[in-house]
C-alpha cells in the first residue's frame, strides 16, 4: 500500500531541466561569538524540488533560511539565487530578489496590529500597486482560500489559533508568487492534527506551483511527506543529503541514532 | 578569569587565622567598560541614522504610513500636552503674581507669562511628554515586532524597514512637535488668562495685546521651531532601541524604558545647547 510518502515522491519529482540550481549554497560558513554554526554547508535545490533540512535543535537549520533570505550575512561562502551570490548585495537590491522568495517564519511573525486580510494584503500594497484596491482584495481572498482560512479575513492574529496563523503566514508568503519558497518549522508547535493538514496543504501548493522550496524541521514525519530529498545537519556541517531510502540504508552512527529516536 | 580583584581579610587571633574573601570590582575596569559601551551606542546609532537616512530619502516613500504616523504622534498626544501646558501655566500664573506683586511690578504680569510659557516652559514641556508618550510607545512597539520576528518579516518581504518603521516614525516627530508646542502655548496662555482673570478682571485681548507688546517674531519662532530637534531626538532614539531590542519581554521592557529615560536626557541637553544658537542668532 503506497504511504503518504510514496505519493509525495510521485507527485513532486523534481522537473526535468537543465538542472541549474534556482537556489545554491556553497561552502558557506557561519559564527556567532566564537560559537561555529554552519561549517562548509552546501545545497543546491532546483524548480519544482522540495529540501527537507533536518537536524537536532541548534544544528543551525533557522540560520540556514535566514542565510538564504539575506537576513544574516555568511562569514565566507556564497548563496547563489538564480546564479546571482546575494551574499554582497545591498537592501534595495536585495529586495529585487527577496519578491521571488516566500518565508514562513516559525511562529508566522504576522503583524499583530494588522488583520488576517490585511496581513495577506501587506506585501501586494508594496510591491503590486498596479492592482487596484478590488483586485487586491479578490487576490487576498483567494490565497485564504487556499490555505483554508476565508472565514477570519477580519480576524487579528491573537484571535485565532498557532495553527491558524502558520497558514495566514503561508498565504502571505505566496502572495507574490514566489520561485522560491522557505518554510521554517512549519509544524513546530502543532498537534498531530493540524501537523497533517498544514503538510497536505505544503503538498498541495507544491503541485499545483511547483516552486523550489526548504524545509527546515526537526519532524522526520513531515520531511518524509513533503520533501524530495532530506539532508541532515550535524555540528555544522551535512553528515547526509539523499531520499529518506538513502537516509534508512546509511551506516552513519548519527544517522541511525536521529532515525531510531524519530 | 575573574573580573574581580579578590582581597583577602585575615582573622585577628594569631592561632585561629579566618580568611575571607570580598571581592570588589576594578574601578578602572568598570571604567573603561563603561566607555566602551558609551562609544559603542554613539556608533551604532550613527550607523543606523545613516541607514534610514539613505532609506528615507529614496523612494518608493511610505505615505500612507507617515500618515498614519502622524495620527498616532500628533492627535494622541495633543490633549496632554494641551492639558499639561494648562496646568504649568496656572502654577507660573500664581507664582508671578505673587513675585511680581513683591517688586511692584504686577503691570509685567502678561508680558511674564508669555514669554515664560512660549520660550521656555511651553517647548521644554512638551519635549518632555512627548519623550514619554511616545518615545515609550515607538520603543515598544519597535521592540515587541523585533522579539516577535515581525520586522524580519518586513524586510524578508522586500520592504525596507529603515524606510516603513524608523524614517515615517522619525519624520512624524518631526512634524508634530511644533506643531503640539503651539497647541501646549495657546492652551496655556488661554488658561493664564483664566487664573489671572479670576482674581483680576482683564479682557483676553487686553491680556494678549499686553503680552506680546514690543515682541518680535524672533522672539517666538525659533523657540518654537527648535522643537523639531526634540521631535528628531526622540524618534531616533526611541526607534534606535526599538529595532536594536533582544530578549524578550524583559528586552521590550528595556527598550521602552531606555527610550524615555536617554530621550528625555537628550532632549533637555538639546535645549541648553539650542537656547544658547538662539540667543546668538537671533539677539
Known amino acids: 500500500m503506497a504511504t503518504a510518502y510514496d505519493i509525495a515522491m510521485k507527485h513532486t519529482e523534481p522537473e526535468k531541466d537543465s538542472g541549474a540550481p534556482v537556489v545554491a549554497v556553497e561552502d558557506v560558513r557561519k559564527s556567532f561569538a566564537?560559537?561555529?554554526?554552519?561549517?562548509?554547508?552546501?545545497l543546491r535545490v532546483t524548480r519544482g524540488e522540495t529540501l527537507a533540512v533536518l537536524g537536532r535543535s541548534g544544528t543551525g537549520k533557522s540560520v540556514l533560511l535566514r542565510l538564504i533570505i539575506g537576513l544574516e550575512k555568511p562569514d565566507s561562502g556564497s548563496i547563489r539565487i538564480h546564479d546571482q551570490d546575494i551574499a554582497g548585495l545591498p537592501m534595495d537590491r536585495l529586495g529585487e530578489i527577496r519578491k521571488k522568495m516566500g518565508f514562513l517564519f516559525q511562529h508566522a511573525a504576522l503583524y499583530d496590529s494588522l488583520t488576517v486580510a490585511e496581513n495577506v494584503a501587506f506585501p501586494l500594497e508594496h510591491h503590486r500597486r498596479d492592482m487596484s484596491r478590488s483586485e487586491r482584495a479578490d487576490r487576498v481572498k483567494q490565497l485564504l482560500a487556499e490555505v483554508g482560512m476565508e472565514g477570519d479575513v477580519d480576524k487579528m492574529p491573537s484571535d485565532i489559533s498557532g495553527g491558524m496563523q502558520k497558514r495566514v503566514g503561508l498565504a502571505r508568503a505566496l502572495a507574490l508568487e514566489p520561485e522560491i519558497l522557505l518554510l521554517d518549522e512549519p509544524t513546530a508547535g502543532l498537534d498531530p492534527i493540524s501537523s497533517g493538514e498544514i503538510d497536505d496543504l505544503i503538498l498541495k501548493l507544491q503541485r499545483e506551483r511547483r516552486m523550489a522550496s526548504i524545509v527546515v524541521t526537526h519532524d522526520l514525519h513531515s520531511a518524509?511527506?513533503?520533501?524530495?530529498?532530506?539532508?541532515?545537519?550535524?555540528?555544522?556541517?551535512?553528515?547526509?543529503?539523499?531520499?529518506?531510502?538513502?537516509?534508512?540504508?546509511?551506516?552513519?552512527?548519527?544517522?541511525k541514532e536521529f532515525l531510531k529516536q524519530s | 578569569m575573574s573580573d574581580h580583584k579578590q582581597i583577602v581579610v585575615a582573622g585577628i587571633h594569631?592561632?585561629?587565622?579566618?580568611?575571607?574573601?570580598?571581592?570588589?570590582?576594578?574601578?578602572?575596569?568598570?571604567?573603561?567598560?563603561?566607555?566602551?559601551?558609551?562609544?559603542?551606542?554613539?556608533?551604532?546609532?550613527?550607523?543606523?541614522?545613516?541607514?534610514v537616512l539613505k532609506a528615507g530619502l529614496t523612494p518608493p516613500y511610505e505615505w500612507r504610513e507617515l500618515v498614519r504616523q502622524l495620527d498616532e504622534v500628533g492627535s494622541m498626544s495633543l490633549p496632554l500636552v494641551a492639558a499639561a501646558g494648562a496646568a504649568i501655566s496656572v502654577v507660573i500664573s500664581m507664582e508671578a503674581r505673587y513675585s511680581l506683586s513683591r517688586f511692584g511690578a504686577k503691570s509685567m504680569f502678561p508680558t511674564t507669562l508669555v514669554y515664560s510659557v512660549i520660550q521656555v516652559m511651553g517647548p521644554i514641556m512638551t519635549g518632555l511628554i512627548v519623550s514619554g508618550r511616545v518615545g515609550a510607545g515607538i520603543g515598544a512597539e519597535l521592540a515587541s515586532m523585533k522579539v516577535t520576528e515581525q520586522i524580519d518579516a518586513v524586510?524578508?518581504?522586500?520592504?525596507?524597514?529603515?524606510?516603513?518603521?524608523?524614517?515615517?516614525?522619525?519624520?512624524?516627530?518631526?512634524?508634530?512637535?511644533?506643531?503640539?508646542?503651539?497647541?501646549?502655548?495657546?492652551?496655556?496662555?488661554?488658561?493664564?488668562?483664566?487664573?489671572?482673570?479670576?482674581?483680576?478682571?482683564?479682557s483676553f485681548h487686553q491680556f494678549i495685546a499686553s503680552g506680546f507688546k514690543g515682541s518680535k517674531l524672533s522672539d517666538f519662532l525659533p523657540p518654537?521651531?527648535?522643537?523639531?530637534?526634540?521631535?528628531?531626538?526622540?524618534?531616533?532614539?526611541?526607534?534606535?532601541?526599538?529595532?536594536?531590542?533582544?530578549?524578550?519581554?524583559e528586552g521590550v521592557g528595556r527598550a521602552a524604558t531606555n527610550s524615555v529615560v536617554l530621550a528625555s536626557l537628550f532632549v533637555i541637553l538639546a535645549d541648553v545647547v539650542l537656547v544658547k544658537f538662539i540667543l546668538v542668532v537671533f539677539p
Request: charged content about 15%.
Open chain 2, 14 to 51: 594569631p592561632l585561629i587565622p579566618v580568611q575571607r574573601s570580598v571581592s570588589i570590582p576594578s574601578a578602572l575596569e568598570f571604567v573603561g567598560r563603561m566607555t566602551n559601551r558609551f562609544f559603542e551606542w554613539f556608533g551604532e546609532i550613527g550607523i543606523f541614522s545613516w541607514n
Open chain 1, 34 to 42: 566564537d560559537h561555529m554554526v554552519l561549517d562548509g554547508i552546501n
Open chain 2, 224 to 249: 518654537t521651531f527648535k522643537t523639531a530637534v526634540y521631535g528628531l531626538i526622540i524618534g531616533l532614539i526611541a526607534c534606535f532601541q526599538g529595532m536594536r531590542t533582544r530578549g524578550g519581554a
Open chain 1, 224 to 255: 518524509k511527506t513533503i520533501a524530495n530529498r532530506l539532508a541532515l545537519l550535524d555540528q555544522g556541517k551535512v553528515v547526509i543529503e539523499g531520499s529518506f531510502e538513502d537516509l534508512q540504508q546509511s551506516n552513519i552512527a548519527f544517522v
Open chain 2, 155 to 202: 524586510e524578508a518581504s522586500a520592504i525596507n524597514p529603515y524606510r516603513l518603521l524608523a524614517a515615517t516614525r522619525i519624520l512624524a516627530c518631526i512634524l508634530m512637535l511644533p506643531l503640539l508646542t503651539l497647541a501646549a502655548d495657546a492652551s496655556g496662555l488661554l488658561m493664564g488668562w483664566l487664573a489671572q482673570a479670576m482674581v483680576e478682571p482683564l
